[in-house]
């Protein structure tokens, strides 16, 4: 048992404390979700944005992870404290149409398996559940982020997270591959009348829990059966079966091939009775790219990853239909190079296209996974332990991403402007003076122009952003119609933001320094090295209709920052 420590206290008061500060001032959008052209919106037509956090139910256990780690209503807190307002939980098909399986007490569940710790951690942190039996567990699992209608949860109902339930699998366990008979329709384990009435009875255990807002059909379809006929046959079946059961949640799709893509829907949509449920999602890892992070230039990986991602799925946004990046992930520790080289490049599109989006995963650590007990998630958000946060500079990279910069309802809606936003770093270009800009948090961004004669020029002013010399700070300037204040995108990222010196004709590239500063200095990785560097020099430029700073402003959510950087419990 861990001794008792002043400090870990403290820290234990302060998530709650923050969280409660939080859930103050943030509350549960008007429900239910809908959709309007490529948006999602609340029931008075405003932008809502889906920023997840993966949270598996549906491996061996088919039991919420971390229940032996921490009581639901401290996991609840940290997800809503890392600011993520949405969890996507996952389920196997078994779980809704097995009696003998939904039926087991969690704690026979856990023993079955030979996880006696497991128990006896849940007896510790959630004794109310231990012998629940796993429906009721996955009940109020999903109860327990936010609605305020259950009596099991109305101490946490401030949490205000959104649930959307993902059918993972059919037979419980870890996903994916190819062969694992719970590919696609046909397979082994994967009978579609079975999936059908498991959707339906799922969806209409939760029509009354609102803050299930959305029910995800199946998890990465793959394997040597699958094809677009099927496809269409059963994906409409399945929405048809969801809607007729639950007409309140988002109804969402995924794609073929471990769901990569959904280019076959470019020339054939689906045809659905209802109207302003359909969803699709979409998955990104860096391990989709094969081995172009490692060995590529990062600026040449970045622009062929890019352009796959627009061919097999965000073409749907041009078109007006939603798309959910319902899976995004890397490795928290940091070490990875192609996984960080990965990250960067999917910030800066999730801030251009302004995505919907949920991290894998919420979860430490599995009670089991592949036959590795308390199997170690470096995917995982939080600690081994549940304990803090497994990387905190990501928690605070990815906080101006958690609110919406674009969509129906914010306050410049009809007046949208420009933003310069660094994804290395997850801030924005701020203006501290004529001759000085800065990094800083992207709700205190200053509104820009981006015109068709490339100058970036500095709304209500007539100031355009200027490079002077390498090397020299950028600054602004009213010489908007030279050549130094002509700033093009450049290489295949196209995140190089590049402008020529008026006296010589050299080209220099944006750039910002350890301190934030933005100085205007040489281009560089615009060859093909695969060791070089560039994300000091990437910046996007992106449209937000977010309140201008004295005109209106944007919620700032509470951190937990900074983060404690490892856990403080002996393992």
């Not at 401030?158 to 590919?183: A, E």
């Not at 059908?196 to 255990?205: F, H, Q, T």
Request: charged content about 20%; some cysteine; glycine content about 8%.
């Amino acid at each position: 048992m861990a001794s008792f420590s002043p400090t870990r206290l403290l820290l234990g008061l302060l998530v709650v404390l923050l969280a409660s500060a939080r859930a103050a001032s943030v509350s549960l959008p008007a429900l239910p979700l809908s959709t309007a052209s490529r948006w999602l919106v609340d029931a008075d037509g405003r932008r809502v944005k889906l920023v997840c956090a993966n949270g598996a139910s549906h491996l061996e256990p088919v039991a919420a992870e971390g229940l032996s780690r921490r009581g639901v209503g401290d996991i609840a807190a940290r997800v809503a404290a890392m600011g993520f307002n949405c969890v996507r939980l996952t389920w196997p098909t078994y779980l809704a149409t097995n009696a003998t399986l939904s039926s087991l007490p969690l704690r026979w569940s856990l023993e079955r398996l030979g996880l006696r710790e497991s128990a006896a951690g849940v007896r510790v942190n959630n004794p109310d559940l231990l012998d629940l039996p796993l429906i009721d567990v996955f009940r109020v699992s999903s109860w327990v982020w936010g609605s305020p209608e259950e009596e099991v949860v109305s101490a946490l109902a401030s949490n205000s997270i959104m649930v959307i339930l993902d059918n993972q699998m059919t037979t419980p366990g870890w996903c994916c591959s190819r062969t694992d008979g719970n590919g696609f329709f046909g397979d082994k384990y994967f009978d579609p009348e079975e999936w059908l009435r498991g959707l339906s009875a799922m969806a209409a255990v939760f029509r009354d829990t609102k803050n299930v807002v959305g029910m995800s059909l199946r998890n990465e379809l793959r394997g040597p059966y699958q094809n677009v006929s099927l496809w269409y046959r059963y994906m409409q079946q399945g929405a048809e079966a969801v809607h007729a059961a639950n007409p309140n949640v988002l109804v969402i799709l995924s794609g073929l091939d471990f769901d990569n893509s959904l280019s076959f829907l470019s020339p054939k949509q689906v045809k659905l009775s209802f109207t302003g449920k359909l969803v699709f999602e979409q998955h990104w890892y860096g391990f989709s790219d094969g081995t172009d992070w490692e060995n590529w230039n990062q600026n040449d990986a970045c622009g062929v990853a890019v352009e796959s991602i627009r061919t097999k799925g965000l073409f749907l946004l041009q078109q007006g239909w939603p798309l959910f990046f319902s899976e995004i992930g890397f490795d928290m520790s940091g070490t990875h190079i192609a996984d960080n080289r990965y990250l960067t490049c999917f910030l800066s599109v999730a801030a251009e296209m302004d995505l919907d989006w949920a991290v894998w995963a919420l979860e430490g650590s599995y009670y089991i996974r592949e036959g590795i007990l308390a199997y170690d998630e470096t995917y995982g958000l939080l600690t081994w332990d549940w304990y803090t946060a497994r990387n905190p500079s990501f928690i605070e990279r990815i906080n101006s991403l958690q609110s919406p910069f674009q969509g129906p309802g914010l306050p410049s809606s009809h007046q949208p402007y420009k933003v310069i936003f660094h994804p290395l770093t997850g801030l924005c270009v701020l203006v501290e003076s004529a001759n000085v800009l800065k990094l800083g948090p992207c709700d205190e961004s200053d509104a820009w122009n981006y015109t068709s004669a490339y100058e970036l020029v500095l709304k209500h002013t007539g100031q355009c952003l200027e490079a002077k010399s390498v090397g020299d700070t950028a600054k602004l300037g009213t010489g908007c119609s030279k050549s130094c204040s002509k700033w093009q995108l450049i290489s295949d990222s196209r995140m190089h933001v590049s402008a020529e010196l008026t006296k010589n004709g050299t080209r220099v590239c944006l750039e910002a320094g350890p301190d934030g500063v933005i100085t205007t200095d040489q281009c560089k990785c615009l060859t093909e090295d695969p060791t070089c560097d560039p994300e000091s020099q990437w910046f996007k430029v992106i449209s937000s209709s977010r309140g201008i700073p004295g005109e209106a402003s944007v919620l700032r959510l509470p951190s937990l920052g900074p983060w404690p950087t490892t856990s403080s419990s002996p393992r």
